[in-house]
């Protein structure tokens, strides 16, 4: 158990993941590692007027809980990216849940944090913290192609709408082992 805002939380392992879907990517890693869920892949679809690619992770109901937060990390580049989204782009939605049953990124209640390479740089400030799909100069998703760029992101339950969990999409993405996601450090609360 960890505290987060305060409330006991519960670190997730592979025993509270309901499922993992992935649409164009190749998982490389699903499974605990130091006594919490972690899942790794590389993106194999490109997107931009063909297939996009994504991954959903859904958690088990065994137990109750309206607020999670997880960490990322990527690599390679993508013009257009959503987290948990539904107002626009919902890319890799062919994982069956692109908003991962989440409620929309709100500021007033859900946050960024620990960033290195996004929003902590002050180019990138201004930009949408759950999707994009521009060429401008503040989507961080479009540089530093070769380093891991990384947050931790907190987020609300939409507890009426099923299974919950964390969705991460691209598109006009790069492909390839140099085009990773890594989800990690998953507390439910």
Request: hydrophobic share 30%; aromatic share 14%.
């Amino acid at each position: 158990m960890s505290v987060y805002y305060n409330q006991k939380a519960l670190r997730i392992t592979t025993a509270d993941v309901y499922s993992v879907t992935t649409y164009n990517m190749t998982t490389t890693l699903s499974e605990d590692v130091d006594g919490g869920f972690q899942f790794q892949g590389y993106h194999t679809g490109s997107g931009c007027g063909g297939a996009d690619t994504g991954v959903l992770i859904l958690l088990r109901d065994t137990i109750a809980w309206t607020k999670m937060c997880f960490k990322f990390e990527g690599t390679g580049t993508a013009a257009c990216w959503s987290f948990m989204n539904t107002s626009n782009g919902n890319y890799g939605s062919s994982t069956g849940t692109p908003t991962g049953n989440m409620f929309d990124y709100n500021a007033s209640f859900d946050r960024v944090y620990d960033n290195y390479l996004t929003w902590e740089v002050s180019a990138y400030q201004t930009h949408d913290r759950a999707y994009a799909c521009d060429n401008n100069a503040d989507n961080f998703f479009r540089f530093n192609s070769g380093e891991f760029k990384r947050f931790r992101m907190t987020r609300r339950r939409n507890v009426g709408a099923g299974l919950a969990g964390i969705h991460h999409g691209r598109s006009c993405n790069t492909t390839g082992s140099g085009s990773a996601t890594k989800i990690s450090d998953i507390f439910v609360w």
